[in-house]
């Protein structure tokens, strides 16, 4: 299931745009293809651009699913980023969390990846 929710985000200190974003399967894939890494290996990224990676290709798959030309950038999205307010990031990062992948949500994958990390006793 993908996780889908609507925020109307600053760009600056006076105007919000709506953004959609779309947690799907092709997020996190254009993730791992960005960082060169496997799905089961996204917790090696740096958490600070994973969350903004995450942002920006979930809006990009937003406007793509809404038949939309693609206006976001990386670059805008990342200055747009640092100006949300923690309640939308919260509300954001909650559905981020929801999302599956292949029947498992990121975070179970995420756990799964880290037990099969930790030293064996």
Known sequence: MDGIII????VNRL????VKFHFGM???I???EKHEVFLDD????????LGIDALFFAAQWGEYMDGKKRSVTYDKFAKWA???PAKQMTRITKCMQESRVG????MQIASESKKKQAPKK
């Open 7 to 10: 925020e109307r985000i600053p």
């Open 103 to 106: 029947g498992k949500s990121i």
């Open 82 to 84: 640092e100006l949300i």
């Open 30 to 32: 254009s993730i791992a």
């Open 26 to 28: 092709w997020v996190w």
């Open 42 to 49: 996204l917790d090696k990224v740096d958490p600070e651009q």
């Open 15 to 18: 105007f919000r745009k709506r």
